[in-house]
């Protein structure tokens, strides 16, 4: 067995990456399939999840747009009640910033409206395979005069803060144990994706044959309590990779314990992060929760001021 400590990284690098560069690299932490990331390999594993209908993946990457329309039309988008996109009324313009789950399943029910005609179809110009057995070629004749254009990521790190908060989607990767991740997804503003142990099978090589577990920060090592948790851990070990000779890792993995290393993304605008923190650093909140959420509120501080 192997015994790791608690991190988290925020996820920059997805950021600036494409928008299926991004889905595909959270999509794969459910089953631990990194090691199958390849130049091409992106567009099949998004075009297969939408097909399985694996469509928290699809939740994983917004954007953010700039819509013109008259005020009839926004109030015709309004009266849809979209759910899950966030939406300003600025001078010149609607902000609308929507995952491609929102987007795919709005344009499902109203295809027909004109606001959802021109923000689909302005996304199915750049990445059609997202929008596939969806789109239905549109039936816009160009006549509504609703326009569309993208704001970069620049643009949005420069909104006022209180659209900064509403619009700034950020994703976090956790590597904690199951009992912090049990608590994190009770957020339900947060889209979530995480190492899943029905398909996780530890008893292969990929993983060295063996479960990790997070070291519990109750326990300092070299102490007697520290000897009783590693102990039930490698017992525990040994009972799950020996129900695997003779059944699958859904059922094997009945016994295994909170300490058992998750890898979890969330991702969530910045208000929804204030939000966890106010609530996930406090002394009330569990000492493991704590032990990554403060650091991670400190980061982000640091980075967004304005907005915690
Ligand atoms: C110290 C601590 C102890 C806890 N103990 C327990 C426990 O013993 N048992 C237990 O089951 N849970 C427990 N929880 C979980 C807690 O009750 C919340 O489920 C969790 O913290 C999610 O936070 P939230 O509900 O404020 O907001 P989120 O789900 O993060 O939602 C953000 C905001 O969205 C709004 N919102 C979202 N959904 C709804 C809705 N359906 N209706 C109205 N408004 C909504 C609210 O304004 C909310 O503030 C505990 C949490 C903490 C921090």
């Not at 179809?121 to 004749?141: K, S």
């Not at 106010?278 to 001021?305: D, Q």
Request: hydrophobic content about 40%.
């Amino acid at each position: 067995m192997r015994i790791v400590a608690p991190s988290y990284s925020i996820q920059d690098d997805l950021d600036r990456a494409s928008l299926v560069v991004r889905l595909e690299a959270c999509g794969r932490i459910c089953y631990k399939s990194e090691g199958l990331i390849s130049e091409s390999s992106a567009l099949p594993f998004v075009k297969k999840i939408a097909e399985h209908g694996h469509n928290s993946v699809m939740e994983m990457a917004v954007v953010t747009m700039g819509v013109k329309c008259s005020g009839e039309q926004f109030d015709s988008l309004l009266a849809l009640e979209p759910k899950y996109l966030f939406m300003d009324r600025l001078e010149t313009e609607v902000l609308v910033t929507a995952s491609i789950r929102s987007l795919r399943e709005l344009y499902q029910r109203a295809s027909d409206n004109p606001v959802v005609q021109a923000m689909v179809a302005f996304m199915v110009a750049g990445h059609p395979y997202l929008f596939e057995g969806v789109w239905d070629g549109g039936g816009d004749d160009g006549t509504s005069g609703v326009e569309v254009r993208k704001l970069d990521l620049d643009e949005v790190d420069a909104l006022s803060s209180e659209l900064l908060a509403k619009h700034r989607f950020l994703g976090v990767k956790f590597i904690v144990n199951r009992a912090v991740t049990h608590e994190i997804v009770r957020h339900r503003p947060c889209s979530f994706l995480q190492e899943s142990q029905r398909y996780c099978r530890y008893s292969q090589d990929k993983f060295d044959n063996q479960v990790t577990f997070i070291n519990p920060m109750f326990y300092e090592e070299g102490t007697d309590e520290f000897a009783l948790w590693e102990k039930a851990m490698e017992d525990t070990e040994e009972i799950y990779l020996k129900l695997l000779e003779t059944s699958t890792p859904q059922a094997a993995r009945t016994v295994l314990p909170n300490s058992c290393k998750t890898e979890i993304i969330v991702y969530c605008n910045l208000a929804e992060w204030r939000h966890i923190f106010r609530l996930r650093t406090t002394p009330a909140a569990e000492p493991s929760m704590r032990e990554v959420m403060i650091p991670l509120a400190a980061e982000m501080k640091e980075r967004y001021s304005a907005v915690f």
